[in-house]
């Protein structure tokens, strides 16, 4: 069994690893790959800039919206879809920079109708439910049909398309598999369901094409994710890909830390993240982790350990 403290670092990495991707990809979002090679060679830096005109550092909605998934499930200690909503509610009224159409249109609806579920839409395969994966995924680690539940029943409050549910599925095992120490065939054996379900999103012929729309968002990532060998390559390949880079990084980033680990990240990204952001992923990640059912089994079985080693050094001062 993975250990409590490899949980812990992972499923870290995985929360961090999506901001950075986020603050990192949003300088060269709605850009092409020529025009980011024109203007930074190779863009590297957390530098905030891009049409948002950010701060270095700062996050864009996928960060946020994660977050308000994470607070929802802090706050009433367990899974609450109204809670979820109505934590995106808050967040849409603050005025936030940048808000997707599709999720705008989701929340409006939610706070005119009360309605938990967003219609079916043709237009809804965009990546705008994937890219708030991972706090699911931490939450959710160790139990697959709760992982399921959680991915939809989240994903739907604003995006309803078959091709946005299996892209959320198949991310939230990714980065579960990788937290539980899956190496690189496993988690390219779960592009290959969702490929064999979904042939669209077959990536072996990469497009280049880097937009919202979910299909391109995982190609993008999978391509960067299984052609690179370290974290930081992964995600400046994903980011120079322009399009919808923020999401892209994101999505990539949630996967590659989990996968490299939080000895991957690179120290100069982390230390450029927005410091607020940084230390409410840093209580956050560990909160959902702990109270996942791998991280509760885990916190079992390292107590019974511990008991188990008391009784026998008991019975061996007594003998
Ligand atoms: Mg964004």
Same mark, same amino acid.
């Given at each position: 069994?993975?250990?409590?403290?490899?949980?812990?670092?992972?499923? $870290?990495?995985?929360?961090?690893?999506?901001?950075?991707?986020?603050? $990192? %990809?949003?300088?060269?979002?709605?850009? @092409?790959? /020529?025009?980011?090679?024109?203007?930074?060679?190779?863009?590297?830096?957390?530098?905030?800039?891009?049409?948002?005109?950010?701060?270095?550092?700062?996050?864009? =909605? =996928?960060?946020?919206?994660?977050?308000?998934?994470?607070?929802?499930?802090?706050?009433?200690?367990?899974?609450? $879809?109204?809670?979820?909503?109505?934590?995106? @509610?808050?967040?849409?009224? /603050?005025?936030?920079? +940048?808000?997707?159409?599709?999720?705008?249109?989701?929340?409006? +609806?939610?706070?005119?109708?009360?309605?938990?579920? &967003?219609?079916?839409?043709?237009? =809804?395969?965009?990546? %705008?439910?994937?890219?708030?994966? &991972?706090?699911?995924?931490?939450?959710?680690?160790?139990?697959?049909?709760?992982?399921?539940?959680?991915?939809?029943?989240?994903?739907?409050?604003?995006?309803?398309?078959?091709?946005? =549910?299996?892209?959320?599925?198949?991310?939230?095992?990714?980065?579960?598999?990788?937290?539980?120490?899956?190496?690189?065939?496993?988690?390219?054996?779960?592009?290959?369901?969702?490929? &064999?379900?979904?042939?669209?999103?077959?990536?072996?012929?990469?497009?280049?094409?880097?937009?919202?729309?979910?299909?391109?968002?995982?190609?993008?990532?999978?391509?960067?994710?299984?052609?690179? /060998?370290?974290?930081?390559?992964?995600?400046?390949?994903?980011?120079?890909?322009?399009?919808?880079? +923020?999401?892209?990084?994101?999505?990539?980033?949630?996967?590659?830390?989990?996968?490299?680990?939080? +000895?991957?990240?690179?120290?100069?990204?982390?230390?450029?993240?927005?410091?607020?952001?940084?230390?409410?992923?840093?209580?956050?990640?560990?909160?959902?982790?702990?109270?996942?059912?791998?991280?509760?089994?885990?916190? &079992?079985?390292?107590?019974?350990?511990?008991?188990?080693?008391?009784?026998?050094?008991?019975?061996?001062?007594?003998?």
């Amino acid at each position: 069994m993975t250990s409590r403290t490899d949980i812990e670092r992972r499923a $870290l990495a995985a929360f961090l690893g999506m901001a950075i991707g986020d603050a $990192l %990809g949003a300088t060269t979002e709605f850009m @092409t790959p /020529g025009e980011i090679r024109a203007k930074f060679g190779v863009h590297r830096k957390i530098a905030g800039g891009g049409w948002l005109r950010l701060k270095a550092g700062e996050v864009t =909605d =996928d960060t946020q919206m994660s977050l308000c998934i994470a607070r929802a499930v802090l706050r009433c200690g367990g899974w609450n $879809l109204r809670a979820v909503a109505e934590e995106f @509610t808050a967040w849409l009224k /603050g005025n936030p920079p +940048d808000v997707g159409a599709t999720c705008r249109r989701g929340i409006r +609806d939610y706070i005119l109708t009360g309605r938990l579920e &967003a219609p079916f839409n043709e237009w =809804d395969a965009g990546n %705008g439910a994937v890219m708030r994966m &991972a706090p699911v995924a931490l939450l959710t680690l160790g139990d697959e049909a709760m992982l399921g539940r959680c991915a939809l029943a989240q994903a739907r409050l604003t995006h309803n398309h078959p091709l946005s =549910d299996a892209a959320c599925l198949t991310v939230g095992r990714m980065v579960q598999q990788a937290i539980l120490g899956a190496d690189r065939f496993a988690l390219h054996a779960l592009t290959r369901e969702l490929t &064999a379900a979904y042939p669209t999103f077959r990536f072996n012929t990469y497009s280049g094409n880097a937009s919202a729309y979910v299909v391109d968002t995982l190609q993008t990532v999978f391509n960067y994710l299984f052609t690179t /060998g370290e974290f930081e390559e992964c995600l400046i390949g994903v980011v120079n890909q322009g399009g919808d880079a +923020d999401t892209t990084g994101a999505v990539a980033g949630m996967i590659a830390g989990a996968f490299y680990g939080l +000895d991957a990240l690179p120290p100069r990204w982390l230390k450029r993240l927005d410091p607020a952001v940084r230390t409410e992923i840093e209580e956050t990640a560990l909160h959902l982790a702990g109270m996942s059912p791998a991280g509760r089994a885990a916190s &079992a079985a390292e107590a019974s350990g511990e008991r188990r080693f008391e009784d026998s050094s008991e019975g061996s001062r007594e003998a």
